[in-house]
């Protein structure tokens, strides 16, 4: 009692993993479309829960990210010249 774990559960009865199931772990890191935890406890505080993030709103967190990469990107593009969009 009184020791900390972090623990990570993914769902692998997916189709994405149809026949991996031989190697599970490689299964996580070579198919699928990106995989996402079902659950991840971290010092026993739940993070992701259902495969949403606890206490972020997911769709306003991916506005802001892609804000902060376009931001970097026109920076980028100021100071070195280069795009980095396909046209």
Do not use: H
């Not at 559960?9 to 993993?17: E, H, M, Q, T, V």
């Not at 990106?34 to 506005?63: C, D, F, M, N, S």
């Amino acid at each position: 009692m009184g020791k900390a774990a972090d623990l990570a559960i993914f769902r692998l009865d997916k189709i994405d993993y149809a026949g991996a199931m031989a190697d599970p772990a490689s299964a996580l890191l070579f198919c699928g479309a990106g995989p996402r935890a079902e659950y991840t406890i971290v010092a026993g505080e739940v993070l992701v829960k259902q495969g949403k993030l606890v206490g972020v709103e997911e769709e306003q967190l991916w506005e802001r990210a892609n804000k902060v990469a376009e931001g970097m990107l026109s920076r980028a593009r100021r100071s070195l010249g280069v795009s980095y969009r396909t046209p």
